[in-house]
């Protein structure tokens, strides 16, 4: 009776329904499944449940207290995570030691790649080319005080860099984005004084048919591998002092710039309607796994648009 009234009166959210139909869960629960070293550890709701609650969590900018008193709520997030009326829901402290495990196991990646496998099998991954980029991402605390590169007893693990002469502190994100599709294909997170070259290779998908990047990703090292592996270089070119930038490079820049502003579409979605203008957490972890689940959550939605 109980589930016959939820699915009455599930609300407005009928895009819940839509990604719920979407998604093989069990297929989900079987990558995770490891995620409990024994059945002790394992909570009393089902873990595809905890799954589909941080995924709202990110759909809706919710604190682990604001996502249990919502889900208490709304009927709509009640269907989606298979939470009958006459049930409760998850506490916030069980929200949270989930999120802690999956971060700890390293499987927000897991989940991750297994819906991006899936929405491939879909069809909805091109492979035309693969835009990569990074942004900065501010850290959840205050930088210290002093010096700028000085390391802070808080956050220990976030970074300092410059960008347009100002210092920043925190974080950087780095994606690959598929070319037509816009659906994120890799998400790496790091300390914000790594240069975006270095996580460059392991953004590269392998089975597309060109790379695009900015000039930061402008060296002879990812050039040679992109060649190596029959992928078309798109990486713009950079002038250095004494050698200025031939007419057709500066052409060829402008060209892979129309085309890579997708990928800053990608952040600009990111920052703008999910607040990743700031880490959330503190600690490379945590951030990293915050990173993973709210890259799943926006593929899905994109998902929705390139199925509609």
Known sequence: MADGLVNQRAGRNGWLDRIDSIVDWPAVVKVLDGIYASDEGRPSYPLVTYVKLLLLQQWY???DPGLEEAVD????????????????VPDHSAIWRFRQE??????????FAEVGRQLDAKGLIVRNGTLIDATLVAAAVKPPKG????????DPEAGWTKKN??????????????????IIRDAILTAADLHDSQPAASLIQGDEKAVYGDKAYASEALR???AAAG??????YKASRNKPLKPWQTWFNKVVAAIRCAVERRFAVMKRHYGFRRARYIGLERNAC?????CTAINLKRALVLAA
Do not use: C, W
């Not at 709520?73 to 409760?88: H, K, M, N, T, V």
């Not at 100002?166 to 598929?178: L, M, N, P, Q, R």
């Not at 915050?290 to 709210?294: F, I, K, S």
């Open 290 to 294: 915050h990173l993973q689940l709210l």
């Open 165 to 182: 002469g100002k210092s920043h502190f925190g974080y950087k994100a780095h994606i690959a984005v598929d070319e037509g599709s816009e």
């Open 231 to 236: 992928i078309d270089d798109r990486v713009m």
């Open 224 to 226: 040679t591998k992109l």
């Open 102 to 111: 999956l971060a700890k196991a390293g499987l927000a990646e897991v989940l």
């Open 73 to 88: 709520d709304r009927l709509s997030f009640r269907r989606f995570a298979g939470l009958p009326l006459d049930e409760g």
């Open 147 to 154: 010096n700028a590169g000085e390391v802070s007893e808080r």
């Open 61 to 63: 900018g919710l604190s």
